[in-house]
């Protein structure tokens, strides 16, 4: 079992910056992408950015251009670089891991960001 552990939320002012994280708890064989999801108020789980084990980026045409994705080199560790955020960004935002090979999905249990106008 793998367990995702976020950081980095919490209450910005409109235009601010937040770097959020997540680091699984152990290391994956095989190839896995990464990601970001959200949830807004009354909404449903929706796709934020992911990055694949090449380093690729997709992005939800909402945040491109403010967010921006990453993860580091041989580690289960990716970050989400927030800027300009806006107030309609206040979400709960999630990790997430899947295995390429199996295509076994796994969630953090989400980090609070509070973007105030």
């Known amino acids: 079992q793998v367990q995702l552990v976020e950081s980095g939320g919490g209450l910005v002012q409109s235009g601010g910056s937040l770097r959020?994280?997540?680091q699984a708890s152990r290391n994956i064989l095989g190839l896995f992408n990464m990601g970001?999801?959200?949830q807004r108020p009354g909404g449903q789980r929706e796709l934020a950015a992911t990055i694949a084990e090449d380093g690729t980026t997709n992005?939800?045409?909402s945040v491109k251009g403010r967010f921006t994705i990453s993860r580091e080199t041989g580690k289960t560790t990716v970050h989400?670089?927030?800027s300009s955020l806006k107030p309609e960004d206040t979400a709960v935002y999630y990790c997430s891991l899947v295995v390429v090979n199996d295509g076994?999905?796994?969630w953090g249990p989400g980090t609070q960001v509070?973007?105030?106008?």
């Open 36 to 38: 970001w999801f959200r």
């Open 80 to 82: 989400l670089q927030m």
């Open 104 to 106: 076994e999905y796994y």
């Open 59 to 61: 992005y939800a045409d």
């Open 114 to 117: 509070t973007v105030s106008s």
């Open 20 to 22: 959020l994280s997540c």
